[in-house]
């Protein structure tokens, strides 16, 4: 149901279309007939940090179970609701899978507490924001090309990568790129739809997953879910079509309530955005850049969701057991950064080396323990001190 009658490439006007993208940093001869944000997708595939996101925890410790969440099948949900809105908007789809599968290469071991920890270890040494490592990562850490370090990606799939920067930071990118991905953080502008889209398909992802796999872990109950008006509504509404299933155990009834959630956020979305972009009608993919944000939940909706994502917050990413984890994280990555930052040669070639540098140590270093899956930091962890901080059985 695209507002905006498709053009011949079926998107819509304001879509971001690949044959006008603004282009790479490096100059490359076009891989037709694959579009521009095609090969951005196929590039991120293969890189080593998104087949790192296998072993990285989203909110459980990767080997605290095998049926949770983790980084890679989180970014696969990302990618299957923001693809899904996306065709819906006639809005171009090999861009939204891209964002949405590179969202998160950034991101440290052992979730947002690992990204806290070493936030903390960095205050000194001009920070750390994962957003931005994302950006960097696929800027700069990547080797895989002979001209050039980072995977090259278009301005677009960049721009929507870098969800998120402070101002100083935004600062220091425009000096190095003027007018570039971070202008729109000391501008005040928006990205485009594509990379609006994935940010709203991040929370929609998580906040439904995280509900199923906090029931899994047991750290949440039905009964504690009664209190969110917006999962009861549809856990009442699968009992009332099937009310055999209060009375069968297992998991299908939780199952059904939260595909129907998913599918109301998605509907929700597809419509409150076609209906802002019906009445903003930007004349294309610039004009979406200068206007309010265009893609959002209605505001019931967003307000419900808001109210999950509380919920959420007190009872599962506070609960005791998952702070007992995250605690013992967060001394994993403490130790490991003042470990590297007084012994750089314990790290890997590429990091030993640009770690040599005292002046560059501690961006090596926390290049080189944000990359690191949980299993790879634990490993190190305890080769280093010999003490098993979270006992993984790898
Ligand atoms: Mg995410």
Redesign the pocket.
């Known amino acids: 149901m695209p507002a905006e009658p498709a053009a011949g490439n079926g998107l819509a006007r304001w879509a971001s279309d690949p044959a006008r993208t603004r282009g790479r940093r490096h100059s490359e001869a076009s891989a037709a007939p694959r579009s521009e944000h095609q090969r951005d997708r196929d590039r991120i595939v293969h890189s080593q940090a998104f087949r790192r996101l296998v072993y990285k925890t989203q909110v459980f410790v990767n080997h605290e179970g095998d049926l949770f969440r983790t980084r890679l099948t ?1 970014s696969l949900e ?1 990618s299957q609701l923001g693809r899904s809105m996306a065709r819906a908007l006639a809005l171009c789809e090999d861009l939204v899978e891209a964002i949405a599968l590179a ?2 290469l950034g991101h440290t071991p052992f979730g947002h507490a690992g990204q806290d920890a070493l936030a903390e270890c960095m205050r000194e040494h001009g920070g750390f924001e994962h957003n931005l490592q994302s950006l960097r990562v696929v800027d700069s850490l990547e080797q895989r090309y002979p001209a050039f370090d980072g995977l090259n990606l278009t301005f677009e799939a960049r721009e929507g990568i870098l969800k998120h920067c402070s101002r100083t930071n935004a600062q220091a990118i425009e000096r190095r790129e003027p007018g570039g991905v971070a202008r729109r953080f000391i501008t005040g502008g928006q990205p485009s739809l594509e990379a609006q889209l994935v940010n709203l398909a ?1 929370e929609i992802a ?1 906040s439904a997953h995280d509900v199923d796999d906090g029931v899994r872990a047991g750290l949440l109950t039905l009964e504690q879910l009664h209190e969110v008006p917006l999962v009861r509504g549809f856990l009442e509404a699968t009992l009332a079509d099937h009310p055999d299933l209060a009375q069968r155990p297992g998991r299908r009834l939780l199952a059904e309530a939260m595909r129907r959630l998913l599918a109301a956020q998605v509907n929700d979305v597809t419509a409150r955005s076609a209906a802002l972009l019906a009445q903003a009608s930007p004349a294309d993919a610039d004009a979406v850049r200068a206007a309010p944000p265009l893609v959002s939940l209605s505001a019931s909706m967003g307000q419900q969701a808001g109210a999950l994502r509380q919920f959420l917050f007190r009872a599962l990413y506070r609960h005791p057991q998952v702070m007992h984890t995250t605690g013992r994280a967060c001394e994993v990555v403490r130790e490991l950064f003042a470990l590297y930052l007084s012994r750089p040669q314990e790290m890997a070639p590429g990091f030993a080396e640009a770690g040599a540098h005292i002046g560059q140590r501690p961006r090596a270093v926390a290049d080189y323990v944000a990359g690191m899956t949980d299993r790879f930091a634990l490993r190190e962890h305890r080769r280093l001190t010999g003490r098993d901080l979270l006992a993984a059985g790898v």
Do not use: M, P, T
């Open positions: 989180h990302v969202h998160d991040d998580y």
